[in-house]
């Protein structure tokens, strides 16, 4: 059992950066997968990154370049860094748990657990 808590959502402005923090408890965080996914009003969730536990990344391919995704296992904490962000990235974003890898790691129900999600809103 994993437990996940986000933090770091707020308002910011047209190009300014964010980064996201998703606290781990439970389970043994290092051997997980680790993602982030984003849910816009009234739109599906959509995968935004993840990342092994070796630290391999991938990256949605319109999100690349403007969002970092890190981890660090002493923390129990992954993290989303988010720059030059735009309205459009304005949703609830959500931290997921995987306990094995899965070639379809950008699909939510591939992941074992969620936390609550935090507010992203851009501001044009």
């Known amino acids: 059992q994993v437990q996940l808590v986000e933090s770091g959502g707020g308002l910011v402005q047209d190009g300014d950066s964010l980064r996201l923090s998703c606290a781990a408890s439970g389970d043994t965080f290092s051997s997980y997968i680790m993602a982030w996914f984003r849910q816009a009003p009234e739109k599906d969730r959509k995968f935004v990154a993840a990342i092994s536990s070796g630290r391999s990344t991938n990256y949605a391919d319109s999100l690349k370049g403007r969002f970092t995704i890190s981890r660090d296992n002493a923390k129990n904490t992954v993290y989303l860094q988010m720059n030059s962000l735009k309205p459009e990235d304005t949703a609830v974003y959500y931290c997921?748990?995987?306990?094995?890898?899965?070639?379809?790691?950008?699909?939510?129900?591939?992941?074992?657990?969620w936390g609550q999600g935090t507010q992203v809103t851009v501001s044009s």
């Open positions: 997921a748990a995987a306990r094995y890898y899965s070639s379809t790691y950008y699909r939510s129900d591939e992941y074992d657990y």
